[in-house]
């Protein structure tokens, strides 16, 4: 074969692209569209400006990760809330186990997938920083 | 035994068994929800129901149907599961699906039912209830909305318990559980209602939204409160103790527990615990590690006879082996005693006379068996309320007749049945001897009695004590003392039962040989059902007489000791476990010994009265945090092995005398395990018993029986003296001891201490109902909380003696009977 | 600790003569099952049963205080508080709502100022609704203590209200 040939080809693979719509995203100026089925960061959904979860340990006891941390509290109504929740993102595996053991709808899994941190500490979610996203 | 055949297998039965229990013994799993095997057939949820061929396909309820020889039985046709399901419908119609916020999830019967029997639908609808539900109750939360009405708790209230605080109320749709009035509830808080709830309508309010049942783990212990060595499973997550759980196979008393038992186990993770050895530097007691403390207590133990101490009943028998061998082979002191030297002295000089062994010829179980019961003071109950739950089935279900004489009514004079035969405070010995005579002259002792050692001594001695002459001093009639001698003789097989302990003075010697003399004259004894049970006080009070932890002829013993503390002769005082200052009588006479002793070494859980006196203390470890045997009061050993891990700078008080002997150049054990194997070959009755057996079963030590008849000497009546009141002190129902004051469900139902009286005299001093009165004894005052209550006679007041902030100490100097005057 | 209770409740209630329960305790005290004519009796005599009286009694026949509550509220023969002189009781059985029973209940409501089973504070009138009086034919049928009132009006509920506020209370 002429040795010209495969450039040629090559070339115009490359001249095909340059008119094609490009697969990378120049992130962080793009943003990519996040599916709505993807498994980001958790956020606590509220209701009546209070979050969902009654504190029913049951995402800290289906959770493979043993990543989340639940106490529970009781508030002026007798009712039981969680007075600490705290996930270590660290050690969540991204499963979702913990919205699907939900039964009060009271966790979600968000788009949010820029978790990097400078400290370890900055890893552990805990209540408020997980109702923030709304 | 039947044949009969259940789920095509062909079983066999006891007579007497239901079809459920029939099932249950040969493994076929039949439903319940209305169930326990402790109480009677109820037959109320019909969860239960089965087939049975003879009966044409009619369903019936397994649970109260006994077997009958031939049954073939089907437990689960599709009929059968079709009824179930609609019984589970019907259940969840009303029953509100809040799971995930109600505490019983995950041990509770109808989730596991609904969820296996997949009822996921329900074919009907209806309004849920609209109960109020009882926050206010400190132990006992109640949301009558969960109730699925199997009415257990009410039915244990009253078969086990004998409380009735709950029952049915209205009828139909309507009906619910509730007291009397829809108050609140104002119980024993025995929490048995809790314990056998099927749903989530019963709870622990202290265990409230802390954990969840299957993130709990399960450790077996055994509960360190009062002598009858109940069985715990304690509920413990992340190293805490934060609940205690039922199980309804452990122990004789199948899982049922008291007030003391299941809700005061907080002391265990109290954030007021000792974290820190402490040594007194300057005045004040500062922080120090342990080697620096271990140092200045092991110097100042070497002073031979000057060196006494005082262990606790409370401490394993390794530990209290340990602490005397330290006292008398490394210290070279035999000064040493426990429960304030009076308190086990009717097992270590009475019985130790009387049946020439130091336990109790009975065990906790003869109540079952016995024909009469025979109990010393009604505070029997609330010393060791398990035992008085057995008291309860045994009169109630069985039918066994009881007889009490005592200082005041109480809780067992209010069975079906009961004679309570209320003599004058102080005169238990006079009545008891009262009842040998009435024995002697009205022929009914065994022939063989003659030929016991000591019978003419005590025949003769007795002849002061005829029922007419004791009468006239005890207010009991010669006819009442002639009926109690009669029945209690009569009775084929009879069992005397009474409570021992710091508050029960006159309980002492004589009157354990004066209980043994009717005993051995009637010949009630070394036969099933009879005997004499003598309640130890503490979890190992029967443990600490076995290891000898008592003064033997050349040692002093504790009130000796403290006198000697003041006036010099002892310089170096070690206390471990025990407070004093607030459970020995005449609390200034301590206190000045105290004060007076050089120096004061106290190990310690709290920082209490005594340990705030002292010159070192040491952080100890409770029960949960050791292992160890404890003898329970029938001398039954039981082995505890550690629930959690201690906190790591506080040492168990074996690891504190380990170190203490070796820094006095002593050889220490290498292990508890080790040491046992040393006490069971040294321990009458011990023989055989290794850690390993006991971790598997508890052991009876054997009781060996010689019978000698000892002539008690009766104190002389405490004279009445015009406008004052009798005082005796005891204990109370929710206490034990002192350490319950740091356990918080005790305290929440009864935080302080009382001055209970009569009607009669209360409107005679014109004192109410929780007025606050000056009670003065000629040792000092004290202000007290007023209840009137029925049980008391007149001329009585009964004050408990657990608590720091109202000593009864400080009005009562150790005498049994004291004479006080109420002023508002 | 029954006696706790006890106490609780004398400060809430009118002093309440037990001599009177003593006197029948001490009539039935030996017969087994004697709860019933005990509580039967009680309430002939104080016209309801006093929390003070059923404490007594519980008290006194060593049965737990919440059977007795529990008893009580089981029949409807029991009343906790206390009664009218006159008990007026209206049917609401089908045929007397057929012709227009609820109309003479609210009536009574109203002219009352009480509503089911509840008195007046002056303790003439008890209202209760009752399921069936057994006269069907004279639908809507009002009933004052043993005396029957047929074919009820709301001209008529005036009329034996009024009649019934004349007749004295001793």
């Known amino acids: 074969m002429n040795p010209i040939t495969p450039i040629i080809n090559g070339l115009a693979i490359t001249l095909k692209h340059l008119f094609m719509k490009p697969v990378t995203l120049q992130y962080p100026d793009e943003r990519p569209k996040v599916a709505a089925r993807f498994r980001g960061l958790h956020a606590l959904n509220v209701s009546h400006n209070k979050a969902k979860c009654v504190a029913c340990y049951l995402c800290p006891t289906v959770c493979p990760a043993k990543c989340i941390t639940v106490e529970a509290g009781e508030d002026a109504n007798h009712d039981k809330f969680a007075s600490k929740y705290e996930i270590d993102m660290l050690r969540c595996i991204f499963c979702g186990y913990c919205v699907e053991a939900c039964p009060v709808d009271a966790i979600r899994m968000t788009g949010e997938f820029e978790l990097a941190n400078y400290h370890r500490e900055d890893f552990i979610y805990n209540k408020e920083r997980l109702l923030e996203k709304k | 035994m039947v044949n009969l055949t259940i789920d095509d297998k062909q079983v066999t039965a006891p007579k007497t068994a239901t079809i459920y229990e029939a099932a249950k013994m040969n493994g076929v799993n039949i439903p319940i929800l209305c169930h326990d095997k402790k109480l009677k057939p109820f037959g109320a949820c019909r969860m239960c129901l089965v087939e049975v061929e003879q009966m044409k396909g009619r369903q019936i309820p397994a649970c109260t149907t006994p077997v009958t020889e031939g049954m073939i039985i089907r437990t689960s046709t599709p009929d059968i599961v079709k009824a179930r399901k609609m019984v589970l419908e019907l259940l969840l119609l009303n029953h509100p699906l809040d799971c995930p916020v109600c505490d019983k999830a995950g041990d509770c019967d109808l989730q596991n039912l609904t969820y296996e029997y997949k009822v996921d639908t329900n074919r009907f609808v209806d309004e849920k209830f609209h109960h109020e539900i009882d926050y206010n109750n400190p132990l006992i939360e109640r949301d009558m909305n969960r109730c699925v009405l199997c009415g257990k708790c009410a039915r244990i209230c009253d078969e086990i318990v004998s409380f009735g605080a709950l029952t049915f109320i209205d009828r139909g749709i309507e009906t619910k559980i509730g007291c009397e009035f829809e108050d609140g509830l104002n119980c024993e808080f025995c929490g048995s209602c809790i314990s056998v709830c099927p749903v989530g309508s019963l709870l622990a309010r202290p265990f409230k939204f802390k954990a969840r049942f299957w993130s709990l783990t399960k450790q077996k212990s055994v509960c360190g409160y009062c002598g009858t060595g109940c069985n715990l499973t304690l509920g413990v997550k992340d190293n805490k103790v934060l609940t205690t759980l039922y199980d309804e196979n452990q122990g004789f008393h199948k899982g049922q527990l008291c007030v003391r038992g299941r809700f005061g186990y907080q002391f265990i993770n109290s954030d007021k615990r000792l974290t820190s050895p402490l040594v007194r530097r300057n005045g004040r007691l500062i922080e120090a590690s342990w080697e620096e403390a271990l140092e200045v207590v092991a110097a100042r133990l070497k002073g031979g006879n000057s060196v006494a101490a005082l262990g606790s009943s409370r401490l394993t028998n390794e530990e209290l082996t340990l602490f005397k061998k330290l006292m008398l082979e490394n210290v070279g002191s035999s000064n040493f005693d426990h429960s304030a030297g009076y308190a086990h002295s009717a097992l270590t000089s009475g019985f130790a006379r009387s049946f020439g062994t130091t336990a109790s010829p009975a065990s906790i179980l003869d109540i079952q068996k016995t024909d009469l019961l025979f109990v010393i003071k009604t505070d029997s109950y609330e010393t060791h309320p398990v035992i008085g739950f057995e008291i309860n089935m045994a009169v109630k279900n069985r039918g066994i007749k009881l007889n009490i004489i005592s200082d005041k009514r109480g809780k067992l004079s209010k069975l079906p049945g009961a004679n309570t035969f209320v003599h004058k405070p102080g005169s238990e010995v006079s009545v008891l001897n009262a009842i040998a005579k009435s024995i002697l002259d009205d022929k009914l002792a065994v022939g063989s009695v003659d030929s016991v050692q000591g019978y003419a001594e005590l025949a003769e001695a007795l002849k002061a004590y005829t029922p007419e002459a004791v009468s006239a001093l005890c207010g009991l009639t010669a006819e009442d003392i002639k009926k109690i001698a009669r029945e209690y003789a009569s009775a084929d097989k009879a069992l005397i039962l009474f409570p021992i302990g710091q508050g029960y003075v006159s309980h002492n010697q004589e009157m354990s040989c004066a209980v043994a003399n009717l005993s051995i004259l009637t010949g009630k004894l070394g036969k099933e059902g009879c005997g004499v049970l003598c309640m130890s006080e503490k979890n190992n009070s029967q443990g600490a007489v076995d290891m000898g932890f008592f003064p033997r002829a050349d040692g002093m013993n504790a009130q000796q000791i403290l006198d000697a503390c003041k006036n010099g002769s002892v310089k170096t005082l070690f206390v471990a476990g025990e407070n004093p200052i607030v459970s020995y009588p005449d609390k200034s006479k301590v206190t000045t010994a105290l004060e007076a002793v050089e120096f004061l070494i106290v190990s310690e859980l709290f920082m209490t009265e005594t340990a705030a006196m002292a010159d070192v203390v040491l952080p100890a470890c409770s029960f949960a945090e050791k292992d160890g045997t404890f003898t329970s009061t029938d001398r039954r050993v039981q082995y505890v092995s550690p629930s959690i891990r201690k906190n790591s700078n506080c040492k168990t008080d074996f690891e504190i005398f380990s170190a203490l002997i070796s820094k006095l150049g002593g050889q220490t054990p290498v292990s508890s395990s080790l040491l046992f194997s040393e006490i069971s070959s040294n321990t009458d009755g011990y023989a055989g018993m290794t850690h390993v057996s006991l971790r598997k079963e508890s052991a009876f030590a054997s009781v060996n029986v010689k019978p000698k008849l000892i002539v008690p000497k009766a104190s002389a009546a405490v004279s009445s003296e015009p406008g004052k009141l009798a005082m005796v002190t005891g204990s109370a129902l929710y206490h034990s001891g002192t350490l319950s004051q740091f356990g918080e469900g005790p305290m929440h139902v009864c935080p302080e201490a009382y001055v209970e009286m009569s009607r009669k005299d209360a409107a005679n001093l014109k004192i109410h109902d929780k007025d606050i009165v000056t009670v003065s004894s000629p040792t000092g005052s004290l202000k007290l909380n007023v209840k009137v209550t029925a049980r008391i006679p007149e001329g009585l007041v009964f004050v408990p003696y657990h608590f720091s902030a109202a000593p009864v100490n400080a009005i009562w100097d150790g005498a049994p009977v004291t004479m006080v005057s109420l002023t508002k | ?170």
Do not use: W
Request: net charge negative; charged share 20%.
């Open chain 3, 1 to 170: 600790m029954s006696d706790v209770v006890a106490q609780k409740t004398e400060e809430q209630e009118p002093e309440v003569d037990l001599s009177i329960a003593d006197a029948i305790i001490d009539k039935y005290i030996d017969i087994p099952g004697n709860l019933m004519p005990v509580l039967q009796a009680a309430q002939d005599e104080y016209g309801y049963i006093p929390r003070t009286v059923a404490d007594h009694i519980a008290e006194r026949l060593n049965v737990y205080p919440s059977q007795i509550y529990g008893v009580l509220t089981f029949y409807a023969q029991f009343h906790l508080k206390p009664r009218g002189k006159f008990i007026i009781r209206v049917c609401v059985g089908t045929a007397c709502h057929v012709q227009g029973a609820p109309r003479i209940v609210e009536t009574f409501f109203d002219k009352l100022g009480i509503g089911h089973a509840e008195t007046t504070p002056d303790l003439r009138f008890t209202f209760e609704k009752v399921a069936c009086l057994g006269a069907c034919g004279m639908a809507p049928l009002a009933m004052v203590n043993d005396s029957t009132y047929g074919a009820m009006t709301v001209q008529k509920v005036d009329d034996i209200v009024a009649d019934y506020q004349q007749r004295p209370l001793k």
